[in-house]
């Protein structure tokens, strides 16, 4: 097993810096969360793209962006599949935010988020789904063990009850 798979970092703590990453969008531009800062941003990680949670979940920040844009607060979604896989689903769903590619897993690592996975007794390593948001560069709150369903409508409670 490769060394970074043996040794998965923890979730970074609220209050924490968090870790600052560059990642290919579905057209390959460059999106960094230093180009971000500032801003309170929804940071979501998911296992892989065109799945059935993981579209739920897309498709529940694609229906409430609005509502997202109107607070001033851009959601960003990353999963480990490579650039074509995220292109693919973003068109496919209409996804009016930008997914991004962690193909190599290292922000996905840098997050804590890339861990050993047991489904049915076979075990592998991928993405815990994982939602942060993040405040003047900080780690604000953390949302583990995410259902996909609803979970839009969930982020959106924690921030109007946390508002800066």
């Given at each position: 097993m490769p060394a970074t798979q043996e040794t998965s970092k923890a979730i970074p703590s609220v209050g924490t810096q968090a870790p600052d990453f560059t990642l290919p969008d579905s057209?390959?531009?460059?999106v960094s969360l230093a180009s971000l800062k500032g801003q309170t941003i929804v940071l979501y990680f998911y296992p892989k793209a065109d799945t059935p949670g993981c579209t739920k979940e897309a498709c529940g920040f694609r229906d409430a962006i609005a509502t997202y844009k109107k607070q001033g607060v851009p959601v960003l979604g990353i999963s480990p599949d490579p650039v074509e896989d995220v292109k693919k689903f973003a068109d496919k769903f209409q996804l009016n935010f930008p997914l991004?590619?962690?193909?190599?897993?290292?922000?996905?690592?840098?997050?804590?988020?890339?861990?050993?996975?047991?489904?049915?007794?076979?075990?592998?390593?991928?993405v815990a789904r994982t939602t942060f948001i993040i405040r003047d560069g900080k780690i604000a709150h953390v949302f583990e063990s995410v259902k996909p369903d609803g979970h839009d409508k969930e982020v959106l409670a924690w921030l109007s009850g946390n508002s800066k």
């Open positions: 057209n390959g531009s460059p991004l590619a962690d193909a190599d897993h290292k922000v996905c690592e840098q997050y804590g988020v890339w861990q050993e996975k047991n489904n049915y007794g076979k075990k592998y390593w991928g």
